[in-house]
């Protein structure tokens, strides 16, 4: 079943100039659930713009973008947070973790935006959604307590407390180092593979990339497979 | 906020004691004054008029008293034909003078009813009490001093608001003992007060009073004598004048509130785009920006209310002048709600555009550092 997919995805940025730049120009691709892609490219290539479009930050001019078979051109606001909420995980580069807040409370952040659950669901499922990633014993410690590392593996708890159907990630690893990227995007990985949750990972990273099922590299505006990432 | 409540607080305080003083020293609202011809105020007269009053006054819920202040000798049995003794002022009255005017009885009791008493009672008010003597301190009282004293006894200890010695008598006693208190000029002063009768029904009832004592209605001048209605206007006019500058206060804290709220948005951006990314909508955002101006806006208000009560049950009692002998002021909750809900208004007023902004950030940096 398809997680989501997008189809010819046109975005113009307007720059401090006035002029208009064509980033995305026909853009697609699909995600099965469960599958691992990697979207590489130069610095400027679109990237996170593209991943904007997929998470529902930003609107695109034109082409198709469906999550979980639902078209979600023309919603309102209000349903697109709803669809953010309940069927995109979002994990960014710098954790993007809110400083007064415990561990604990950033990952059930998503359970107090959308539909209310019961206390003691919500309980469980932060519980839950920590020890998959394994920082448990962290829950009561506020970001600034944390590590590089963990503070990430607390945004990923976060992205999957709510069993998202897709969890997009802008270079999850970017701000860490090689050895503690490497225990992160493991667990990254197996945490969306536990769930079955589609993994769309923005890098420019090899590395990274090689742990996708399959790298898309955005060029000129379009998703291109089989580029050879050397390149980029 | 503060200025809200406090000058609300004030205002309702500051009546209250005005209030409370202004019916202590020249009678309570409405209380008119006429001063009647009955001719030579004998003690059958004085019969007379305290009949028709009681008919025409008290049986319709109103209060009357007849009062006349005599320059006469009140002192100890040994000391009252001394030469060195100084003259005192003796209010001699008829009726409830503590009905028409707040005077509080701090010991003992009130005159007798309107009866010929031997000994004659007094009362006497704090300075007259620290002079004569405390309760049950027997005198003797000379109204005129062209006739001799008789016996009297002190029975009640009375806050009038006068800081020198004041003796209060019964006309009526006085009238018993020595029938020529009065020339044919004299006469004593008559104050009637209705509490709830408006101005036209109070001449009404001294209309009828005229009729029934066969008193020429030319010679009589009723006229409004206390001066309640005039104070709360004052009163009104100072508070509205207070209560436009709080209003501007009011105005300057929403502007600064307004652009608190403003930085405040400003530094909490990012956790805002994060609440958005993960799911809050635009009404959610705008909401959580506008609880935190309001919940500040009253915890400020209560902050103020608190001062306020401190300051009405604290402060207040203890600058009161115990010659008035005024009640504790109660606290004006009125203030309170007023205050708090000035807190809210302002809160709501500053936190909108605050939070406006707050639910329009565009939620796409949530992907940019």
């Keep these: 079943m398809t997680a989501i997919s997008g189809e010819g995805l046109r975005k113009d940025v307007v720059l401090p100039s006035g002029d208009r730049l064509e980033l995305l120009r026909g853009a697609s691709l699909v995600v099965e659930e469960g599958e691992a892609v990697a979207i590489a490219g130069r610095s400027g290539s679109g990237k996170t713009t593209l991943l904007a479009v997929l998470g529902l930050l930003t609107s695109h001019e034109a082409g198709r973008l469906r999550v979980k078979d639902g078209d979600v051109d023309g919603l309102s606001d209000r349903k697109r947070s709803r669809l953010r909420n309940e069927q995109i995980g979002f994990v960014f580069q710098s954790y993007s973790l809110i400083p007064h807040l415990t561990a604990a409370e950033n990952v059930a952040l998503p359970l107090l935006q959308g539909q209310s659950l019961r206390r003691v669901e919500a309980k469980r499922r932060v519980g839950g959604a920590m020890e998959l990633v394994g920082i448990s014993h962290r829950a009561h410690s506020r970001p600034r307590q944390l590590s590089g590392g963990e503070q990430q593996r607390t945004a990923i708890a976060r992205a999957l407390v709510r069993s998202p159907i897709v969890v997009l990630a802008d270079e999850p690893t970017g701000a860490l180092d090689t050895a503690t990227a490497e225990h992160v995007l493991d667990a990254l990985v197996q945490a969306a593979q536990h769930d079955g949750t589609a993994l769309v990972l923005v890098t420019h990273d090899p590395v990274v990339a090689a742990r996708a099922d399959r790298t898309l590299v955005l060029e000129d505006g379009l998703l291109h497979a089989g580029r050879d990432l050397a390149s980029v | ?241 207070f209560l436009g500058v709080a209003v501007i206060a009011l105005a300057v804290a929403v502007i600064g509130m307004l652009n608190i709220g403003l930085a405040s948005v400003r530094e909490r951006s990012r956790e805002l785009v994060i609440r958005r990314a993960v799911g809050a909508t635009r009404a959610r955002v705008f909401g959580l920006v506008l609880l935190s101006a309001v919940t500040i806006g009253v915890l400020s208000g209560l902050v103020a209310v608190a001062i306020a009560l401190a300051s009405v049950l604290l402060v207040i009692p203890h600058l009161l002048d115990p010659a008035r002998a005024l009640n504790d002021p109660a606290f004006p909750w009125s203030a309170a709600i007023a205050g708090l809900a000035a807190a809210i208004g302002a809160a709501v007023l500053g936190g909108a555009v605050p939070a406006f902004t707050a639910s329009r950030i565009d939620v796409a940096y949530a992907l940019r550092d």
Excluded: C
Aim: proline fraction near 6%.
């Design chain 2, 1 to 241: 906020m503060l200025s809200i409540v406090l000058i609300y607080t004030a205002g309702a305080v500051v009546r209250d004691i005005f209030v409370a003083t202004e019916e202590q020293k020249d009678g309570r609202a409405v209380t008119f004054e006429a001063t009647m011809p009955f001719g030579v105020l004998s003690q059958q007269r004085t019969r007379q008029v305290i009949a028709v009053l009681e008919r025409r006054v008290v049986a319709q819920g109103g209060a009357y008293a007849l009062v006349s202040s005599v320059a006469g000798r009140v002192g100890h049995p040994e000391l009252i034909g001394s030469a060195g003794l100084p003259d005192a002022t003796i209010t001699l009255i008829a009726g409830r003078l503590d009905g028409v005017r707040r005077l509080p009885v701090l010991r003992g009791r009130w005159l007798s009813a309107d009866k010929a008493i031997y000994p004659a009672q007094l009362l006497v008010n704090q300075a007259g009490a620290g002079l004569y003597g405390g309760l049950g301190t027997s005198l003797e009282i000379q109204p005129t001093l062209h006739q001799p004293p008789y016996e009297a006894r002190i029975v009640g200890v009375i806050a009038d608001g006068d800081t020198t010695p004041n003796v209060y008598a019964s006309l009526t006693t006085a009238l018993a003992f020595r029938p020529v208190v009065f020339s044919s000029g004299d006469a004593p002063d008559l104050f009637i007060h209705h509490p709830t009768a408006p101005d036209s029904a109070i001449h009404g009832l001294i209309d009828n009073v005229e009729t029934d004592l066969s008193v020429d209605p030319t010679q009589v001048e009723p006229h409004r004598y206390d001066r309640v209605a005039q104070l709360l206007a004052n009163l009104r006019a100072t508070q509205r004048a």
